[in-house]
């Protein structure tokens, strides 16, 4: 049995998409193999690993209520190198977007689910997540929170010669247990999906979102967004590094070529 597990997040780093796949990994038995979809430099690549794969999953953000454009081109390359070689992988989808409700991917699953019936290909079902940027936090935050709890460890042995500093062993674990609480939903049908995958079974289509109240969240939102307002978009959402998108480059590939 083996799992390709494909990234389709056009960001370099610090992206969803990342985090959520590093999740779904944990709970795929038999083989695994991780890959990045970002140029057209890496689909033959990718082709080449589907030639004895039984599971695709795509992991990947919502723009503008689809898939990214970037994908598209690959999909196309996808579905004429299954029907020349007579494969048949399950097709299983992990969407995720900025806003609060999870089932705000559904147009994006329906693209899939569109492909895989043009395709021939079996459509395995998939988890839409909603607040996935603010998910992403989360992990960023729970380093953070042992990077802390190895300095007030450093810091007691200093002071006191004590290894085990209960105060900070117990804000630890209480700011540990908030962010896992956080992820519950995501977790969940992750499982659930991972044991489907492994079974190369159908799983239809579910949505969930971070757990939070929508008012905080909102709040929360308006001041992430005010604070990369400030920062141009660079500092967050695009890392220091600003983007360069190519129009003609891409109409040329084919990236707008063909809705499923």
């Known amino acids: ?153 450093v810091l007691s042995v200093v002071n006191t010669g004590n290894w085990f500093s209960q105060d900070a062993w117990l804000n630890f674990g209480e700011n540990a247990l908030l962010l896992l609480f956080f992820n519950l939903g995501v977790l969940f049908y992750l499982v659930q999906m991972g044991r489907a995958i492994t079974r190369c079974a159908h799983f239809g289509k579910k949505y969930t979102r971070i757990m939070l109240p929508s008012f905080v969240f909102i709040l929360f939102a308006d001041i992430f967004f005010v604070i990369v307002s400030v920062f141009e978009g660079g500092l967050f959402r695009g890392w220091l590094a600003k983007k360069d998108y190519d129009v003609d480059a891409a109409i040329s590939s084919g990236a707008t070529r063909r809705t499923w």
């Not at 038999?30 to 992991?59: M, Y």
């Not at 994006?108 to 940027?133: D, K, P, T």
């Open 1 to 153: 049995m083996k799992t390709i597990l494909i990234n389709c997040s056009p960001k370099k780093r610090f992206c969803a998409s990342a985090y959520f796949l590093s999740l779904q990994r944990l709970f795929v038995g038999g083989e695994k193999v991780s890959e990045r979809l970002r140029t057209p430099a890496d689909h033959e690549r990718i082709l080449g690993q589907l030639r004895d794969a039984q599971a695709v999953v795509f992991c990947l953000p919502l723009y503008v209520d689809g898939i990214p454009s970037h994908v598209l081109p690959f999909l196309e390359k996808m579905e004429t190198f299954c029907r020349e070689n007579g494969l048949a992988p399950s097709v299983y989808c992990i969407a995720n977007n900025g806003f609060i409700e999870g089932r705000q991917n559904e147009p994006l699953m329906q693209v899939f689910e569109n492909f895989c019936a043009r395709a021939g290909l079996a459509w395995g079902g998939g988890v839409g997540i909603g607040g996935g940027v603010m998910l992403n936090v989360t992990r960023i935050l729970f380093v953070v929170q042992v990077g802390l709890l190895a300095l007030n460890t």
